[in-house]
């Protein structure tokens, strides 16, 4: 441990300075992530534009969707202390180092913006309304019994996801893999299909 400290006091009070927010900010954004991964943080409670909110104070609100927010502070002093570190035999001047490093911590909370959205897109991709089923054709995935003696299953395309859901005809039996249109949803959850 007093290796750690006393190589930290030999270094330039600058580089002192970079280092100390780069430790802070990893561990931080680190327990953010943690926490967001683990259910404890909402990642999508935030509006999907970034505007100047600062009303969000929590680190564990979804305020990533908002350009002032604590999280996304964190992400650009990850961003600039990192910069700052990368970069201190690159650029001499202390003041172009600076500028430099405050670019990268901007583009840091740009990506993760950007990442954010992309993550809510696929959340809200994920939902689907059965009866915009009606008319679509589809795969049987599972052999539909015929005369509606019982249930098999289809797979079926909605935005981009693949949902398997049961359905029934009355007419012949349709086996797998083979191409049905769905007429109808019975109660909310059975299609009705026929076979092409």
Request: with cysteine; aromatic share 12%.
């Amino acid at each position: 441990m007093t290796f750690i400290s006393d190589w930290f006091i030999q270094l330039d009070p600058t580089l002192r300075f970079y280092w100390g927010i780069a430790i802070f900010a990893s561990i931080v954004v680190i327990i953010q992530m943690t926490m967001s991964f683990a259910g404890m943080g909402d990642i999508d409670s935030g509006d999907a534009d970034a505007d100047f909110n600062t009303e969000t104070d929590s680190l564990d609100d979804a305020g990533s969707m908002h350009l002032l927010s604590i999280r996304n502070i964190f992400y650009f002093l990850l961003g600039f202390g990192w910069a700052g570190i990368s970069l201190w035999d690159s650029i001499p001047n202390t003041i172009v180092l600076g500028i430099v490093s405050a670019l990268v911590g901007c583009l840091f909370v740009a990506i993760f913006i950007f990442l954010f959205r992309q993550m809510m897109k696929l959340q809200n991709n994920g939902a689907f309304n059965i009866n915009d089923a009606v008319n679509k054709v589809c795969d049987v995935y599972l052999r539909i019994p015929g005369q509606n003696q019982g249930l098999g299953k289809v797979q079926i395309s909605f935005n981009g996801s693949v949902q398997e859901l049961d359905a029934r005809t009355t007419g012949e039996p349709i086996p797998s893999g083979a191409k049905v249109r769905v007429l109808r949803v019975i109660d909310n959850k059975v299609l009705e299909v026929e076979s092409l």
